[in-house]
């Protein structure tokens, strides 16, 4: 008999599973359920960049596109980077199409990394920083943000952590799951924390357009911190094209060559169908952007004062599509208040220690649903508050 135990890399078998899944799989199971879990935009794809695709299936365009990506959808990436951002890529040799922007990350860290380097990142933030650090070598250095500092990575907390082992300082802004965002002041105050190291920022941005009140600021708008920047982005969560999967990642361009071997060799290109819709969504999408965050802005205020109402403490988040409400006041932990929210309500949130430490006492919910569901969400919580002498507002 096989001993695969013995068999499996050592590296994955330390990694533990997502804490998110086991939510969902519950919820699948239940009817006339809620969820608030789910980190995707409830909109589909706009028309007009589904056609794009479906044309391109017509005219018979199923064959490999080169590594890199089309060359015209680099090219419009670059023109929307500039155009939204800012931000100046050459398409020809600092940018890669990639399977997602999971993908992104993940060459990103195998294309920097040596075992024993060590990769600074800020939490509560999304699940796969860690583990995608730890199977190339390296070690995850978890910083506890605050919410009393909106959850930023502020000059103090980097200084703290930065080592001479330490090889990249994740930005995860805006930040899934506490819709924190970093601004222009905060990047200037780590500009001299860095100088005269060769630390990278690895910045995810895939939620670039999903801030509400003010413009995106990317670390690599400023001069001081461009050449030490890889961008990562994508079209799931501004266009609605989640199941497309399809990202880039943007850079200096000694980097990128070297990630697109890691891409070349382990992928060959993105999906083709993929990249001939997200032409028609970097040249006409912008209008789309706009309805869709509109229409999240009013979600988050909404879910925001729902909250606030029940006595549960909810910061105002100013990125992405979350909330992230303090629910320490019910004496319950993050685990055992999702768990029995969705055994006696049928909704699901998320609970706040899936995304690290700092995440102990707080619940992840997502607004990209409906306002119907979020409104039959909150009653529903405050019929479990009330249930268990916890409602406070």
């Not at 706009?46 to 490999?64: C, M, N, Q, V």
């Not at 398409?91 to 920097?112: H, P, W």
């Not at 190291?197 to 801030?211: G, P």
């Amino acid at each position: 008999m096989m001993d695969y135990e013995n068999i499996l890399s050592a590296r994955v078998k330390e990694v533990k599973p997502s804490g998110i899944r086991k939510f969902f799989d519950l919820l699948e199971e239940m009817e006339d359920s809620i969820s608030l879990g789910v980190g995707e935009p409830d909109f589909i794809t706009p028309w007009h960049i589904r056609d794009a695709g479906i044309y391109s299936l017509e005219k018979g365009f199923t064959k490999y596109t080169s590594n890199a990506g089309l060359a015209a959808l680099r090219e419009e990436i670059s023109a929307y980077l500039e155009r939204r951002f800012d931000l100046r890529y050459d398409s020809k040799s600092q940018i890669i199409v990639t399977v997602g922007g999971s993908e992104a990350i993940d060459i990103t860290m195998r294309a920097l990394l040596n075992p024993g380097d060590e990769v600074i990142i800020p939490v509560p933030s999304f699940v796969c920083y860690g583990p995608l650090a730890s199977m190339t070598g390296a070690t995850p250095v978890f910083v506890e943000t605050k919410s009393e500092d909106g959850f930023k990575l502020t000059p103090e907390l980097l200084r703290a952590n930065l080592t001479e082992r330490t090889k990249i300082v994740v930005l995860p802004y805006p930040c899934n799951p506490t819709g924190g965002i970093m601004e222009q002041a905060d990047y200037e105050a780590i500009v001299e924390i860095l100088q005269g190291t060769e630390v990278m920022l690895l910045s995810d941005e895939i939620y670039a357009e999903l801030t509400y009140g003010q413009h995106h600021f990317s670390p690599a708008n400023l001069s001081e911190l461009y050449e030490r920047t890889v961008v990562v982005n994508g079209f799931s969560k501004s266009h609605a094209m989640t199941g497309w999967r399809l990202g880039y990642v943007c850079g200096p361009e000694p980097i990128i060559k070297q990630m697109l071997k890691l891409h070349q060799f382990g992928i060959m290109s993105a999906p083709t169908t993929s990249q001939y819709a997200a032409i028609e969504a970097m040249r006409n999408g912008d209008e789309d952007i706009e309805k869709m965050r509109d229409e999240y802005d009013g979600r988050r205020r909404y879910l925001v004062e729902g909250f606030r109402q029940l006595g549960l403490p909810c910061e105002e988040p100013k990125g992405a599509f979350y909330v992230f409400p303090d629910i320490r006041g019910t004496g319950l932990t993050s685990d055992e208040f999702c768990e029995q929210f969705l055994m006696a309500e049928r909704v699901a949130v998320i609970p706040g220690s899936a995304f690290g430490q700092g995440g102990e006492g707080f619940v992840r919910a997502c607004y990209s649903a409906s306002m119907q569901d979020l409104g039959e969400a909150l009653a529903r919580l405050k019929h479990f508050l009330k249930q268990r002498n916890m409602l406070k507002g």
